[in-house]
């Protein structure tokens, strides 16, 4: 029971990293599979399960969508930095509003620090409000998968 409580706080605190960006959410939510994994020796699922389909779906493809989505607007190095800083900044000065507005804003100052005009810089603002909004809903979808997929591993559901 014990390790099943563990593990749900692990999958909050894993849903919670989609939207903040510094909590690594997939990662929280592999892990609390693990620990649970850990506390009832590796069964029902089995070693293949934690070590194998999960790792593979949960850790190696969450990011893929959104980073696709990023470089087919041709953002530079600068606004990617811009948004990441524009997302930590944003969430840390205003809150939750910061995380959405915060990304195009330091994606335009990235753009604008790197020589760019500024019409260029604010369509690669929307490119990076674009990708970044479907990584974290591609991630968020991953993660219900896994979580959903241990659920049901582990005959809870």
Known sequence: MFGLLL???????GLAGTIV?????????????FVYGLLNSFSPPGWSFYFG?????????AG???DRLLRRYGLS???VCGGILG????ALAVGATGIFWGPPMGAVTGELLSGRP?????VRAFGTLAGLSANRFFKLLVELVLIGWFLSA???I
């Open 7 to 13: 593990a749900c706080f692990l999958f909050a605190a």
């Open 118 to 122: 500024p019409d260029r810089a604010l």
């Open 53 to 61: 389909e999960s790792v593979a779906l949960g850790l190696l493809g």
């Open 64 to 66: 893929a969508f959104g």
């Open 154 to 156: 582990v005959r809870l």
């Open 77 to 79: 190095g600068y606004a």
């Open 87 to 90: 997302a930590l900044a944003g």
């Open 21 to 33: 960006p510094v909590i690594p959410g997939t990662l929280l939510i592999w892990l609390g599979m």
